[in-house]
Every structure is written in C-alpha cells, then in structure tokens.
C-alpha cells in the first residue's frame, strides 16, 4: 500500500523558512520522481518543485525558483522541500506526490506565511 506522509508545515513570518519531509512507503522509491505540489482553497494542485529518482533532474515552477530547494534521501525514502525568502502567496496545503500506481498524494500539511 502507497503511503505518502507529509510534515513540517506551520505559520511562519514573511520572509521566513520553513523545511517540509514527505515520507515514502510501499513501493521502490528511488525509481520514481516526486514532486510537492501546493493547493490552496478552490484552486487545482501545481506543481512547484520536481526531482526525478535519482536526484539528476530537477524542476521549479516560476514563482519558487530561488527560493525552494528540492532534494531527496533515497536511503531514507524521504524527499524535502527548503522554502525560503517565503511569501505570504505561497500560503497553502503542500503535498508530496509520486507518480507510482497512476498518481499518490499525501494528506497534506499545511503552510501559512503571515505577519
């Protein structure tokens, strides 16, 4: 069974950083590429940040490039999303998905930026 557990999020001031884990279990997770995809109420999921199995490629949406970092511990199945210099727009549920059994996504947790 596929399991995706998220932690890490909280209420942070603009400007801050904050360091969000993803979790993996119940299939082989160094062949697969995972992402963080951020929703907020009455929005669809995008992605922000990609890294494919072996750490060689990543990807950054436009409004996260050089401020998120991604990257991934295969030995602990767990892959982390650095959010720094963090705006009050990039308040939202992030979740870590995988691409294995047609798309997983976590439950979520959830970040707030506000003074």
């Known amino acids: 069974q596929v399991q995706l557990v998220e932690s890490g999020g909280g209420l942070v001031q603009p400007g801050g950083s904050l360091r969000l884990s993803c979790v993996a279990s119940?299939?082989?997770?160094?062949?697969?590429?995972m992402s963080w995809d951020p929703q907020v109420p009455g929005k669809e999921r995008e992605l922000v940040a990609s890294m494919t199995g072996g750490g060689g490629s990543v990807t950054y949406g436009a409004s996260v490039k050089g401020r998120f970092t991604i990257s991934r511990d295969n030995a602990k199945n767990t892959v982390y999303l650095q959010m720094d210099s963090l705006k009050p727009e990039d308040t939202a549920v992030y979740y870590c998905?995988?691409?294995?059994?047609?798309?997983?996504w976590g439950q979520g947790t959830q970040v707030t930026v506000s003074s």
């Open positions: 119940g299939f082989t997770f160094k062949w697969f590429a």
């Open positions: 998905k995988t691409p294995f059994a047609g798309g997983t």
